[in-house]
């Protein structure tokens, strides 16, 4: 993670009145590798092809205000044109996606946010996004890879959301297996210039601040950015910000993001139980939910590095109710709602 050169202070700090001196103002490390705006805004999310796709064969509607023959408009542009994390999943694409995602942001020159999501009983507990990698050495070939591929970008890395989180659903065995294929993906991820690296922080309506803390430290976290918190949940800014600077006091100052992409709104009920397999209505496609405050590195807390939309609004969190699509595919009825629309 020693990638950017960190600000020089003051060479020296001016002799204080009598004897002795002052001691020289700490340096947090963290603040040289906070991410910058402006994020890379991807192309062809799926809110930027299905909006193509309507604008391709929609019928011909006139409303007030429209020229005829103008498609009316859904307001996905809204979402497609915002910055979102790209996803890498293990699949057979990851390598066009990857490359095509670090091209266009090198040539845009703007900084890459890539949510990496392939460890090995990935959502163990959930089960809607079930599979990753086989075993760890396919993981770690994984990680050598991103790692590589993204060398000369700046870039954001979201790594392996609920693996902290989920970890307890594991065997002591395999919990160690995970800790260590963490520690090693961030030191892989960290070494890369201008990488900024996020570790699995859950939410604040999952878990208490000191165990969260004491994982993270398990995962490596002092030697990343940080953690990410409310990915792919509902929770409020404001309380993400609270429990994210305790989170940060107890791992030595660890820096965070937020996930805003669709806290807009009151989180659903059942909520702070955190993500109860046997409740997913609080956390599978929940009714009632908006967007959040758009990608940006201005924020109200200390240590929040940025405000990101790592879960793509519109994006189904799973097949957890009748007619929903599968985790990761587009849901026009979710994607509508957050907009504050019928379909």
Request: glycine residues 10%; neutral net charge; hydrophobic residues 35%.
């Amino acid at each position: 993670m020693r990638r950017r050169s960190v600000l020089l202070l003051a060479a020296a700090t001016v002799a204080a009145v009598g004897t002795g001196c002052s001691s020289p103002p700490r340096v947090d490390r963290r603040d040289a590798t906070r991410p910058t705006a402006p994020f890379y805004v991807d192309p062809t999310s799926q809110a930027a092809r299905n909006e193509a796709a309507r604008n391709r064969t929609a019928p011909n509607r006139t409303a007030p205000n429209r020229t005829a023959g103008t498609p009316a408009d859904t307001g996905v542009s809204r979402i497609a044109s915002e910055p979102m994390a790209v996803t890498l999943n293990g699949e057979s694409t990851d390598t066009a996606v990857l490359a095509r995602a670090v091209a266009g942001a090198r040539t845009a020159q703007r900084t890459l946010v890539l949510q990496v999501y392939d460890l090995p009983r990935r959502d163990v507990s959930g089960g809607f996004s079930a599979g990753g990698a086989r075993d760890a050495a396919e993981y770690r070939r994984f990680t050598a890879a991103v790692a590589t591929a993204i060398q000369g970008v700046p870039t954001v890395v979201v790594l392996e959301p609920d693996s902290l989180g989920q970890i307890s659903d594991l065997p002591p065995a395999d919990q160690q297996v995970r800790y260590d294929l963490l520690n090693a993906a961030v030191d892989a991820y960290a070494g890369v210039g201008g990488v900024a690296v996020y570790l699995d922080g859950t939410h604040s309506g999952w878990l208490e601040a000191s165990e969260m803390a004491n994982r993270l430290q398990r995962a490596g976290v002092d030697r990343a950015q940080g953690f990410a918190v409310n990915v792919a949940n509902f929770q409020s800014t404001d309380a993400e910000g609270h429990r994210g600077e305790q989170i940060s006091d107890l791992t030595g100052g660890a820096h965070y993001v937020v996930d805003t992409s669709r806290n807009g709104a009151q989180a659903p009920a059942g909520s702070a139980g955190g993500n109860d397999a046997g409740n997913p209505s609080s956390w599978c496609n929940p009714g009632g939910q908006r967007l959040g405050v758009t990608p940006t590195t201005r924020t109200a807390f200390a240590r929040a590095d940025a405000y990101l939309w790592i879960k793509r609004p519109g994006e189904s969190d799973g097949a957890c109710g009748p007619g929903q699509p599968n985790a990761g595919q587009w849901f026009p009825s979710a994607a509508a709602e957050l907009l504050g629309r019928s379909q």
